[in-house]
């Protein structure tokens, strides 16, 4: 693993990166997710303008980070975030039907989870979008992207961070790092209703949100990192 981190540089994204991380999500995220492909939203524009402004919102925070291959410059993974607005984030549990099922069953799983007021934070990082370029698989680039985005929430003074996991390979790696599961749902409660078809969605059908409490711990280097 640490021949493979010495091929990569990881860096904080910026809004000049928006053209390469939103073709990343179409071409490596939305075409494998298996919620994306049950829903049969696998496409941008399926998602509608909303997240777009997510994404935006995500590259402008300055905590975003992006991982690229040193030799041929291809942006081999992203793992966008933010800072989200927890007034906001608590309405949005009381979302309509007009949201795209992937944001109605993010605000499904935050519904009723008051674990940011129990731990009186303010200041939470959510990992938002997490996505590795298929031919950069098998190289660790999620736990590293996950890791580094940590580092830059301690560094930045986040409090928390929090994550979504809509696939069951972003909700181990997270829980590798410490994350802890706070709220979950069946994907097949609820796949009528949403118009999933969860015979597409191998093994797992559950979706978990996750959080961390950040500290200076997490700030240390991983020692296999390079």
Request: aromatic fraction near 6%.
């Amino acid at each position: 693993m640490s021949g493979d981190a010495r091929d990569i540089m990881f860096f904080r994204l910026s809004p000049s990166d928006y053209d390469q991380s939103t073709r990343l999500i179409a071409d490596h995220f939305m075409r494998r997710n298996p919620l994306c492909r049950a829903i049969g939203q696998m496409d941008l524009e399926s998602y509608g303008e909303q997240f777009l402004v997510d994404i935006k919102k995500c590259l402008a925070s300055g905590v975003s980070v992006g991982a690229r291959d040193r030799a041929s410059q291809t942006l081999a993974g992203i793992c966008l975030n933010f800072s989200p607005d927890l007034d906001e984030a608590h309405d949005m549990s009381n979302s309509d039907s007009d949201m795209c099922v992937v944001y109605r069953v993010m605000a499904m799983l935050s519904a009723g989870t008051r674990v940011f007021q129990e731990l009186k934070v303010h200041r939470v990082l959510d990992l938002f979008t997490l996505c590795v370029h298929q031919d950069y698989d098998g190289r660790g680039l999620g736990s590293k992207l996950i890791e580094k985005s940590v580092e830059a929430g301690v560094e930045e003074g986040y409090q928390v961070a929090s994550v979504h996991a809509t696939n069951s390979i972003t909700a181990k790696i997270c829980t590798r790092h410490g994350f802890r599961i706070v709220s979950s749902l069946d994907l097949t409660t609820v796949a009528d209703q949403m118009g999933i078809d969860t015979d597409l969605i191998p093994g797992d059908t559950e979706v978990k949100m996750l959080i961390k409490e950040l500290d200076s711990e997490n700030s240390k280097p991983d020692p296999q990192s390079s």
